[in-house]
């Protein structure tokens, strides 16, 4: 069969092509032409602000886009993957989220959260690892059934920090690092496999002991606390003594530091006086002792009874009769 030719005359070349008007006819020349524009029109996409697109040519990885409107040859020339880089994404080891409710409710899976811990004790964990994609095309093309990876690393990377610590790490104040140390085993192991996964945060939900001895470990722990409440009574008590003790003892110096003061200030006070009288007592000894004789009967005179005798000179038979004067006056005297 001779397939009809036409001339067509592009950039001043002359070109002989099929004509495929005659060959087919206008009606179907206008469907071929109306779906091969569809199917270019197929290569156009939309990436995400939050995402990636990966285009692969024939299958192959050809180039990474960025958010926007973009294009790529329809399929099956080239297909485009485009993953979520910046969606957080969850993985559960040792429990599986059966209603996010509220209230939520979940399903233990004991195989997966029974692990041994550095002193031989069995304790029950369910912990869930958040992470996102940092590589695209890694995470795409490098790991397969990525998910069940991540479960599997997540789980060994969890019973590999729980073998080098104690039980009581995992039941009280350690949980924080042992989440830490859960998070960074986790990531060198997606690193080693090139997953292109970065480990947000690893959060411990629950630790528990085996139900079998559970009330063991809950009296354990309640003695614990009770430890904690009376060393923080006594640390209370403590605080609480020493500064007052130690005001008191302030305050006893002060005033014993005031009292000598005031004696040394009186001392010297009166062996100034001491010196000042003995200094007139030299100059007249007969007027300073009759003068410090007057002060000391003023003072001691006011307190007693007094009696001025009249004698004859050089007697003394009188006195003997006045020395019941206050019983025969009834009390009074002048």
């Not at 869930?128 to 059934?145: A, E, G, M």
């Not at 000179?313 to 006195?319: P, S």
């Amino acid at each position: 069969m001779k397939i009809p030719m036409r001339t067509v005359n592009i950039g001043g070349e002359v070109f002989r092509i099929p004509d495929l008007s005659k060959v087919f006819g206008k009606g179907i020349l206008g469907i071929i032409i109306a779906i091969a524009i569809i199917w270019l029109l197929t290569g156009i996409y939309i990436v995400g602000p939050d995402s990636q697109g990966v285009v692969r040519t024939f299958g192959k990885m050809t180039r990474v886009v960025d958010p926007g409107l973009n294009y790529h040859l329809p399929y099956p020339i080239e297909t485009i993957d485009i993953p979520k880089v910046m969606e957080v994404k969850r993985a559960e080891i040792g429990f599986r989220s059966v209603d996010p409710g509220p209230p939520a409710s979940y399903r233990s899976i004991p195989n997966e959260s029974l692990m041994l811990t550095g002193n031989l004790n069995i304790v029950d964990v369910d912990v869930s690892v958040q992470y996102r994609i940092k590589d695209p095309v890694k995470y795409l093309f490098q790991v397969r059934n990525l998910e069940q990876t991540i479960h599997n690393a997540g789980e060994a990377a969890l019973r590999q920090v729980g073998g080098r610590r104690p039980i009581d790490d995992a039941l009280t104040d350690r949980k924080e690092e042992i989440m830490q140390d859960t998070k960074a085993e986790l990531q060198i192991i997606l690193d080693l496999y090139e997953c292109g996964i970065q480990v947000i945060a690893v959060q411990l939900q629950d630790a528990n002991p085996p139900q079998e001895v559970d009330a063991a470990f809950k009296d354990v722990a309640s003695a614990k606390e009770d430890r904690e409440k009376m060393i923080n009574e006594a640390q209370g008590y403590r605080n609480d003594l020493i500064p007052r003790t130690r005001g008191q003892a302030e305050k006893a110096i002060r005033e014993a530091e005031a009292f000598r003061a005031e004696r040394v200030t009186r001392a010297e006070g009166d062996s100034a006086k001491f010196v000042a009288v003995l200094l007139e007592y030299r100059k007249a000894p007969k007027v300073t002792k009759k003068r410090m004789l007057l002060e000391t009967m003023e003072e001691i005179l006011p307190s007693i009874d007094k009696y001025v005798i009249q004698t004859q000179k050089g007697g003394d038979a009188g006195i003997l009769n006045l020395l019941n004067l206050r019983q025969s006056a009834g009390g009074s005297h002048e």
